[in-house]
């Protein structure tokens, strides 16, 4: 027997010993967006009897994401934030090359451009890809053949700014889709209802349901943003988190010298994110509101991030408009990653980074729970 085959043997019966070591753990997970469902995808690999509870799963903040991911492109590079999203970095391709094997319509679509109008803007984001020669960032100045279908396309406006050749965006509805499918095939439950109520008994935790159903289970995560804030005690942990609405308007334009096809797939333009969907269609997003219901007010960021605002861009050319509510935490750092009490985890409050970081946080919760058991 060679050494590759024997390490091949050795693995696969090392990973069986683990999952029947843990395939009587049973672990609900709270939640059915994108983190919910990312912690599911890793956990399911150690064989854990894993449930999922949402009554709103077609509705949650994961499906208004605009799913743009910013990792090399960030500029603060050091503090936890930072080391997720490296990990994160790191991490996605591999996931990627796992998931596509339930669903090859899942790409990460790269790469990303950001681009200013602000001097000073693109004098910091010079200095930051010179800081940084080995992450696949490239400059473009004003005058760049790069910038000539974006100037057009924005006539009036002059933009300079860099390329991350490692960022992009992976289409939340496609992603979710496919997690829906790894999920199917590695057995994990979901349930359609809502937990009302958290109580630990006997060192299992009794989960109370607005049907009136009880469940019973070792490990809890808690992943339904705001939600999670009624299944806890607030100021024992002194947890806070506030709503940020985010507002997003498709595009629809038609004209003989129109197609959005021209520009690059992926913008970043003065911190607004727009996404290239057709020769007609764009994307625009999105807004920052601590509130529970849009406000027409807001809208307006969505026309007025460029001084120069070409004819098409206007709100006469709306087709479609939608928001979402996601979660910020007060005092202290996004996403929260906390060990509430034994069996019960917290993975919440991701602000807009839930996609980017799914891979690294998931990653974190799986190893948190084996300190559980």
Known sequence: ???????????????NNVKDKFNNIRIIIVGSGIIGKSNAFELSKYGFNITI?????????????????????????????????KKSSELWPKWINILQRYNPKLKFEKPLFKLTSDLEKFKRLTTFVNNYPSDELEIIEANSNILSHINKTFKGNKFQGIISHQDG???????????????????????NNKVIQIEKKLQKW????KSGEILTSEIVILCNSLDSLKLFNKDIHRIKLKPVLGQAIEIFHEGENSNFLSLPKL??????????ISKEKIIIGSTDEYSFKPDEFYINELFDFIKHK??????????????????????????????????????????????????????WVSEEVKKHI
């Open 1 to 15: 027997m060679n050494v590759f085959k024997f390490f091949i043997i050795t693995y696969n019966t090392l990973m």
């Open 53 to 85: 509870i949402d009554q709103n799963e077609m509705h949650n903040s994961s499906n208004a994401a605009l799913g743009i991911l910013m990792g090399k492109i960030y500029q603060k590079r050091k503090g936890r934030s930072w080391m997720l999203r």
């Open 169 to 191: 965006r992976i289409n939340p509805r496609i992603l979710l889709e496919t997690l829906n499918t790894a999920l199917q095939t590695k057995n994990v439950k979901t349930i």
């Open 206 to 209: 009794n989960l109370k349901l």
């Open 267 to 276: 913008l970043n333009i003065n911190d607004k994110n727009l996404i290239t």
């Open 310 to 363: 070409p004819n098409w861009l206007n709100k006469k050319n709306i087709s479609r408009r939608w928001f979402g509510i996601r979660s910020r935490p007060e005092g202290e750092p996004s996403p929260l990653l906390k060990p509430l009490e034994r069996g019960l985890i917290l993975c919440s409050g991701f602000y807009k980074n839930g996609i980017l970081l799914a891979p690294a946080c998931s990653d």
